[in-house]
């Protein structure tokens, strides 16, 4: 079955640093994965999915992931933070045994500060 | 284009009552789902309707009900409210089903139950 697992719970960089939220899956299948970000009081929102060709992947807001094979990772970078950026990350992953839906498995969340 | 609605944003229930969430898309979407979001434990699906006259359970349905009303609409009933069912409830949709569509959320619904 597949599953996700986000490290970390909280965590908190200068603004202007680098953003690095970890992600990891398993699948028994090529997986499709996602990042998916959620402001205070909202909806979550897509960033970045992969699905194939190229590993590296941009999404908006200046956020990008890397899909690492042999690692079995997706990890969610940004080069400089903003103090926008604050927010829960999902990482999340396709479920291909329901071929009928686009069922999604979240990761169970980061919260990402940004401190001035 | 509102996206994905929901009504109400707010609700408190007691223990026992019943109440209906509401939930549209304007994004003329085959698939729609309902998720409860609880700390620390992301998003767990409660229901899915892959398309219009078609639901399935999810990962935790119990003490749900669902209706696709539509190809816009699709609701969450909560039959006897408990206090386990307290949560952040999202409606979700995407345009097919299968692995490769994105879905796109509504704002959610803030449930207390007393």
């Known amino acids: 079955a597949q599953s996700v697992t986000q490290l970390g719970s909280h965590v908190s960089v200068s603004e202007g640093a680098l953003v690095l939220l970890r992600c990891n899956y398993s699948?028994?299948?090529?997986?499709?994965l996602f990042w998916y970000v959620q402001y205070p009081n909202q909806g979550l929102q897509l960033l970045l999915k992969?699905?194939?060709?190229?590993?590296l992947v941009k999404g908006i807001n200046g956020f990008e992931a890397e899909f690492k094979k042999s690692e079995t990772s997706f990890h969610l970078t940004k080069p400089s933070a903003h103090m926008s950026d604050a927010a829960e990350y999902f990482c999340?992953?396709?479920?291909?045994?329901?071929?009928?839906?686009?069922?999604?498995?979240f990761g169970s969340g980061t919260r990402l500060s940004i401190r001035p | 284009n509102a996206g994905v609605t929901q009504t109400p944003k707010f609700q408190v229930l007691k223990t026992g009552q019943s109440m209906t969430l509401q939930c549209a898309q304007d994004?003329?979407?085959?698939?729609m789902y309902w998720y409860r979001q609880d700390p620390g434990m992301g998003l767990r699906l409660i229901y899915y309707?892959?398309?219009?006259?078609?639901?399935d359970k999810g990962e935790v349905p119990n003490g749900y009900n669902v209706s696709r009303l539509n190809k816009r609409e699709f609701s969450l009933r909560l039959e006897s409210a408990a206090p386990s069912q307290t949560s952040v409830y999202f409606c979700?949709?995407?345009?097919?089903?299968?692995?490769?569509?994105?879905?796109?959320f509504g704002p959610g619904t803030r449930l207390t139950v007393t």
């Open positions: 994004m003329n979407h085959n698939s």
């Open positions: 309707s892959a398309s219009e006259g078609t639901t």
């Open positions: 699948s028994s299948v090529p997986p499709y």
């Open positions: 992969y699905t194939t060709g190229a590993t």
């Open positions: 979700a949709s995407s345009e097919l089903g299968g692995l490769y569509y994105e879905q796109y």
């Open positions: 999340a992953v396709s479920d291909p045994l329901y071929s009928s839906a686009s069922k999604i498995i």
